[in-house]
T-cell receptor
Framework: RKEVEQDPGPFNVPEGATVAFNCTYSNSASQSFFWYRQDCRKEPKLLMSVYSSGNEDGRFTAQLNRASQYISLLIRDSKLSDSATYLC???????????FGGGTRVLVKP | EPEVTQTPSHQVTQMGQEVILRCVPISNHLYFYWYRQILGQKVEFLVSFYNNEISEKSEIFDDQFSVERPDGSNFTLKIRSTKLEDSAMYFCATGQTANYGYTFGSGTRLTVV
């Protein structure tokens, strides 16, 4: 089983719509969780950390379910500029390596 | 916004040659990492470096790879004898503390021919 699994997509989303997708992780000892965004042939950029209670940053909402070992990301009011690959990332402990999922591709269309 | 700077942006090298990839971390960052991404694949961890020593490395990071921070600022990745399968995007990442996400540089695209 892969350490971090994501639906590769693509998710085709009309502009202004809401899109949500999940990621599952296999290591129950994982402590930290992140969503990164990656544009084509660019570096990953931190979108948001994911906290146990769930958290929101503008149009983006992240949730963590430790019991089922999954993380979700919801994007409201999608913009054309939200088109990217969203990378689910987990870390076992502070300072340790980041383990990346393969990414979920989102295409927002007018 | 502070940046992690990587040079060169693109390097083409012949198989068997040595390459050195360079990274200038954000100035107050203490944790340093190298990752790579083969085209179309996921980002993979290579090595982490803290307090002037390797703290963790992956199976990919074999004897052909080495890292150092020679002058207290640059953080380098050396591949001694490149192979075709080393062709990838190499990302340097740095972190100020151990607790937050890391900042990635814009990468070096290495092409081995």
């Amino acid at each position: 089983r892969k350490e971090v699994e994501q639906d590769p997509g693509p998710f085709n989303v009309p502009e202004g719509a809401t899109v949500a997708f999940n990621c599952t992780y296999s290591n129950s000892a994982s402590q930290s969780f992140f969503w990164y965004r990656q544009d084509c042939r660019k570096e990953p950029k931190l979108l948001m950390s994911v906290y146990s209670s769930g958290n929101e940053d503008g149009r983006f909402t992240a949730q963590l379910n430790r019991a089922s070992q999954y993380i979700s990301l919801l994007i409201r009011d999608s913009k054309l500029s939200d088109s990217a690959t969203y990378l689910c990332v987990v870390r076992k402990a502070a300072g340790n390596k980041l383990t990346f999922g393969g990414g979920t591709r989102v295409l927002v269309k007018p | 916004e502070p940046e992690v700077t990587q040079t060169p942006s693109h390097q083409v090298t012949q198989m068997g040659q040595e390459v050195i990839l360079r990274c200038v971390p954000i100035s107050n960052h203490l944790y340093f990492y190298w990752y790579r991404q083969i085209l179309g694949q996921k980002v993979e961890f290579l090595v982490s470096f803290y307090n002037n020593e390797i703290s963790e490395k992956s199976e990919i990071f074999d004897d052909q790879f080495s890292v150092e921070r020679p002058d207290g600022s640059n953080f380098t990745l050396k591949i001694r004898s490149t192979k075709l399968e080393d062709s990838a995007m190499y990302f340097c990442a740095t972190g100020q503390t151990a607790n937050y996400g890391y900042t990635f540089g814009s990468g070096t695209r290495l092409t081995v021919v």
